[in-house]
């Protein structure tokens, strides 16, 4: 039996096998790919999908058949010399199984490692069995050995090349994971929209080595578009022609990718897909297609990225609704204990007032001129308390609504802080108020507002101290701030208390020496205004006892002209 003969027995079942091996390949690479079908249409009846299909299976063809040549040369080669060297048909029939391995583990897919074990087979019958050069062979048991070849070599080639189409799978695999782990890490680190849009695009341009356009949805529209730079080339500024910009828009109002590969946009350049997280949509990313689609595995890396990209923004929205439902129950609870302060502690002075000016009007003739006296100088003490009140609430409501505007001049802070000292001299009158100021001493500021900082502190001062007490307000230069200070030798501020002394509303436990209760809006109000100088309100202890509030304010230099 000849060689022919082997050979016309074997061709249905190699093509059998051939076919099987062939469908076989084919679904194991498109068996997780077609899960995208409905949304990114590659593999039907569409000519982009048909061209991209047929593109799969040419490319490298040339290169691959090359190889299938080369090695089945090499194994010819170097089995005749195995032949002329007298080593057996058994050691000739492993080289060619062995060049029918290394086919199948460089070339792509199955079909190269069958042909090559169809043609090993062939070389060997025409140029290493006797007769040489003839399909003809005079031994009985060489019909066996092809057949054996023939199976040995194609059973190795199959294996060989779903071992490296497994080991292709699993370093994707692994590429993937890395990818989205890179993305992930660098996404967490990011508190803003447009930085975390950025970061993704960066990396989309490290996988594609292209140009990326970005759109970031802000009140429901798209924003101005957003060229990342990404290869050789720079930016490709023709990602924001209107074309284009109308493919993201058709996205944004479906939620569907479009444009390259899809049955929409077709006339765009790009695939545009959304960054969407249930019926939230983020942004839109273009991606270029200048050269071919994407492939599926590429696309549904694109679209993990997006996700991941998706989820990050998604936590920065809620994360900014829980930031504005805080403010607003912050502003609640402001309200609500500014509005109980007041309703408790404007009664007072408002009913001393009522009932002194009652007794005033019906019962006048019958009060000494000592006693009038005092009346009248207790409606002016309940009066000036209650426009300080008013003043200091005005002035927190101008700055919640940003409204304050700083007046900056020049000032002298002797003069600022003696024009303070008058406001209080009435309320301070039992005790010892001081002043020590360097002269000449200019500092920049709004003096109205730092009169009424002062004002604050010398009053609080007075309430919390005793009959007889010592305050002092100094100033002097410190490098380039002025520095000034009220100081108390009363009993002091807890520490417990300390931490909470510059919040608005706070009042905490001490005794006030008026029996007035203060609304805790005095010192808030003051560090308020004295960081809008540029400065810093502090509290320290005094030695023996008593407490300092110290405040800084930019110096103030005047330049002399002959």
């Given at each position: 039996m000849g060689v022919g003969a082997v050979l016309a027995l074997s061709v249905p079942f190699v093509a059998v096998l051939g076919w099987i091996s062939a469908n076989q390949f084919e679904g194991f690479f498109l068996k997780n790919w077609r899960d995208n079908e409905k949304e990114y249409k590659i593999y039907d009846d569409s000519v982009p999908a048909r061209v991209m299909k047929t593109a799969f299976y040419q490319k490298g063809y040339c290169k691959d058949l090359a190889f299938t040549a080369l090695m089945l040369a090499i194994c010819t080669a170097v089995g005749f010399c195995f032949f002329k060297l007298g080593f057996t048909d058994t050691n000739i029939v492993m080289i060619y199984i062995l060049g029918v391995l290394l086919t199948a583990v460089v070339t792509?897919?199955?079909?190269?490692?069958?042909?090559?074990?169809?043609?090993?087979?062939?070389?060997?019958?025409?140029?290493?069995?006797?007769?040489?050069?003839?399909?003809?062979?005079?031994?009985?048991?060489?019909?066996?050995?092809?057949?054996?070849?023939?199976?040995?070599?194609?059973?190795?080639?199959?294996?060989?090349?779903?071992?490296?189409?497994?080991?292709?799978?699993?370093?994707?695999?692994?590429?993937?994971?890395?990818?989205?782990?890179?993305?992930?890490?660098?996404?967490?680190?990011?508190?803003?929209?447009?930085?975390?849009?950025?970061?993704?695009?960066?990396?989309?341009?490290?996988?594609?080595d292209c140009s990326i356009v970005a759109y970031l949805v802000e009140d429901d529209r798209l924003s101005e578009g957003t060229v990342y730079a990404g290869g050789a080339r720079g930016k490709d500024i023709r990602l924001l022609e209107a074309s284009e910009h109308a493919a993201a828009e058709w996205v944004l109002k479906n939620r569907k990718s479009a444009g390259i590969g899809t049955d929409y946009c077709k006339e765009a350049r790009s695939l545009y897909m959304p960054i969407c997280k249930e019926d939230s949509v983020y942004g839109v990313v273009g991606i270029p297609m200048t050269q071919k689609p994407l492939d599926s595995f590429e696309y549904s890396t694109v679209r993990s990225v997006l996700n991941e990209c998706a989820l990050a923004m998604d936590n920065v929205h809620h994360l900014k609704e829980m930031e504005k439902a805080a403010v607003l129950a912050k502003n609640e609870q402001l309200r609500a204990d500014l509005l109980r302060s007041i309703s408790h502690d404007l009664r007072t002075p408002l009913c001393a007032i009522s009932g002194n000016a009652d007794t005033l009007l019906h019962n006048e003739e019958g009060i000494d001129d000592a006693t009038r006296k005092q009346i009248y100088t207790d409606i002016y003490d309940d009066a000036e308390w209650l426009v300080g009140v008013v003043e200091n609430l005005l002035s927190v409501t101008r700055l919640n609504d940003n409204r304050l505007k700083l007046n900056m001049t020049d000032q002298l802070v002797d003069e600022v802080v003696d024009e303070a000292v008058r406001h209080v001299s009435r309320l301070g009158r039992e005790h010892v108020i001081g002043t020590d100021c360097e002269e000449l001493l200019l500092a920049r500021m709004d003096a109205r507002l730092i009169i009424q900082v002062l004002v604050n502190l010398i009053e609080n001062a007075v309430k919390y101290t005793q009959q007889g007490s010592k305050i002092q307000i100094s100033a002097h230069r410190q490098g380039d701030k002025v520095c000034i200070r009220v100081s108390d030798n009363g009993g002091g501020i807890r520490d417990a208390m300390k931490p909470h002394v510059f919040e608005m509303f706070y009042v905490g436990k001490t005794t006030v020496a008026d029996s007035r209760r203060s609304l805790g809006l005095g010192l808030a109000l003051s560090r308020s205004i004295v960081e809008a100088h540029g400065g810093e309100l502090t509290l320290t202890d005094n030695q023996p006892h008593g407490c300092i509030f110290s405040f800084t304010l930019p110096v103030s230099e005047v330049t002399l002209n002959e």
């Open positions: 792509k897919g199955y079909v190269y490692s069958v042909v090559s074990a169809f043609l090993s087979v062939l070389l060997f019958g025409f140029f290493l069995t006797e007769p040489r050069l003839s399909f003809q062979t005079y031994a009985v048991g060489y019909p066996v050995t092809f057949a054996v070849m023939l199976l040995a070599a194609i059973i190795t080639g199959t294996l060989a090349a779903q071992l490296k189409a497994h080991a292709e799978m699993s370093s994707r695999q692994a590429f993937r994971i890395q990818v989205l782990f890179d993305t992930n890490r660098l996404l967490q680190r990011k508190r803003d929209e447009k930085d975390i849009l950025r970061t993704t695009c960066e990396q989309l341009t490290k996988l594609f």
